[in-house]
Antibody, heavy 118, light 110 residues
Framework: EVQLVETGGGLIQPGGSLRLSCAAS????????INWVRQAPGKGLEWVSV???????YHADSVKGRFTISRDDSKNTVYLQMNSLRDEDTALYYC????????????WGQGTLVTVSS | QSALTQPPSASGSPGQSVTISCTGT?????????VSWYQQHPDKAPKLMIY???KRPSGVPDRFSGSKSGNTASLTVSGLQAEDEAGYYC??????????FGGGTKLTVL
């Protein structure tokens, strides 16, 4: 079964750092585009980052310079390193495969909650 | 990287059709045929319903259809059913390896 499982969320103070993990099963992350998408409480979806199969990475302007997406092929896992966290980064963070490399986000994980608060 | 514009809410009675719009610019929706639609039930992960403007993944009922005209994409749900009540989000490629989502539309089946 094709599946993504996110872990690593939690409560963190403003200015702190957190690393999220997205473990894949049923497919190989190194052969796919994997994205992070977040959803603030009661709000809509916001695209955050992508790592391409070739290793190139891209980030939304709202997180550029603070967040870094990476992957460990040996663990079939994608990471999101989040530094200099702000209150507005509070959200449920989903990882999702881009099935067709053209914005077909499928499947999605169940999400991991990040709360930035003092 | 501005969010695409969707109406906050839409509604229809069982059996009716409802259309949800998604308005962007020539730099995103109007510039690429890479518009997707996602359904999200409360406390659930989003589910892909339409990709590349008009295409339906396997398993998605043909009651769901997509279209695009200029800078506006649309999702039409025909023959509304109770289980269609959910949040719906559009997304589009915005160039420079960036993706953008709409603000979401809550669909209510009356």
């Amino acid at each position: 079964e094709v599946q993504l499982v996110e872990t690593g969320g939690g409560l963190i103070q403003p200015g702190g750092s957190l690393r999220l993990s997205c473990a894949a099963s049923g497919f190989t992350v190194s052969s796919n585009y994997i994205n992070w998408v977040r959803q603030a409480p009661g709000k809509g979806l916001e695209w955050v980052s992508v790592i391409y199969s070739g290793g190139k990475t891209y980030h939304a302007d709202s997180v550029k310079g603070r967040f870094t997406i990476s992957r460990d092929d040996s663990k079939n896992t994608v990471y999101l390193q989040m530094n200099s966290l702000r209150d507005e980064d509070t959200a449920l963070y989903y990882c999702a495969r881009d099935l067709g490399n053209r914005g077909w986000f499928d499947p999605w994980g169940q999400g991991t909650l990040v709360t930035v608060s003092s | 990287q501005s969010a695409l514009t969707q109406p906050p809410s839409a509604s229809g009675s069982p059996g009716q059709s409802v259309t949800i719009s998604c308005t962007g610019t020539s730099s995103d929706v109007g510039g690429y045929n890479y518009v997707s639609w996602y359904q999200q039930h409360p406390d659930k992960a989003p589910k892909l319903m339409i990709y590349e403007v008009t295409k339906r993944p396997s398993g998605v009922p043909d009651r769901f259809s997509g279209s695009k005209s200029g800078n506006t994409a649309s999702l039409t749900v025909s023959g509304l059913q109770a289980e269609d009540e959910a949040g719906y989000y559009c997304s589009s490629y915005a160039g420079s390896n960036i993706w953008v989502f709409g603000g979401g539309t809550k669909l209510t089946v009356l």
